[in-house]
């Protein structure tokens, strides 16, 4: 992606151009990046997956409809926040499309406030989504550099901890004393930034299964 398409995007899609038009200016004004489609199609032929932002969505349009996008985008595993445009009679419509993940309704006409207060909303939820989403993907590698910490004692203990062994056992098993295994159980903890063994087991089992 060049620099202009890493900017937070709202991605209006609406087959009324006046609607269009009144969206993108006041957006606009309070400052976000605003990108206008006329049908869903046509928003779908421009979609990628990895740029951020959020959309605001037309419920009814004629072609693809706003909830048949929203299944689509479940489809493709694709999660832009929505917020949801609807007319009076199609509030409960929206009701349910809320129970589907979309984050916020506006019924038109809209309030100015209303909607940027929304639209912010739904661009802070998808940064906070996509950084969370880069905190898990680097976990592994992090967890792999703190596991090369160990010791080669530490992680023949740390083995037999995870195989559920007790300490005497371990004891026996290596030849060393109580004392130095629970010695060698707390550098573990503290090298690989844990408080208990509960959280051992929940740092470090579901990594092995990724493997």
């Known amino acids: 992606m060049n620099a202009r398409e890493r900017e937070p995007t709202v991605f209006v899609v609406d087959d009324d151009a006046a609607v ?8 606009r ?8 489609f006329r049908s869903a199609a046509a928003f779908l032929k421009r979609l990628r997956p990895e740029r951020p932002g959020c959309l605001v969505l037309d419920i009814r349009m004629p072609g693809i409809s706003g909830l048949e996008l929203q299944d689509e985008l479940h489809k493709r595993r694709i999660h832009l926040p929505i917020v949801f445009l609807t007319g009076h009679g199609d509030v409960s419509i929206a009701v349910h ?9 506006i019924e038109k006409p ?8 929304a639209v912010a909303h739904a661009l802070r939820a998808d940064a906070e989504r996509r950084q969370a989403s880069r905190a898990q993907a680097a976990a592994p590698t992090d967890l792999a550099d703190r596991l090369a910490s160990l010791s080669r004692r530490e992680r023949q203990v740390l083995d037999r901890v995870l195989a559920g ?10 030849c060393i004393s109580v004392k130095t295994v629970e010695f060698h159980r707390a550098r573990i903890r503290e090298k690989l930034g844990v ?9 470090f089992i579901p990594s092995e299964r990724r493997a």
């Not at 269009?20 to 957006?27: N, P, S, T």
């Not at 809209?110 to 207060?117: C, G, P, Q, S, W």
Request: aromatic share 4%; with cysteine; glycine share 8%.
């Open 20 to 27: 269009c038009d009144a969206l993108g200016m006041v957006l």
């Open 29 to 36: 004004a309070a400052g976000m990046r605003v990108e206008i």
């Open 97 to 105: 499309a809320l129970k589907k993940g979309a984050l916020d309704f």
């Open 110 to 117: 809209h309030d100015d406030e209303r909607l940027i207060l």
């Open 165 to 174: 062994l007790p300490t005497r056992e371990i004891s026996a098993q290596l």
């Open 195 to 203: 408080a208990s063994l509960a959280q051992l087991f929940g740092l």
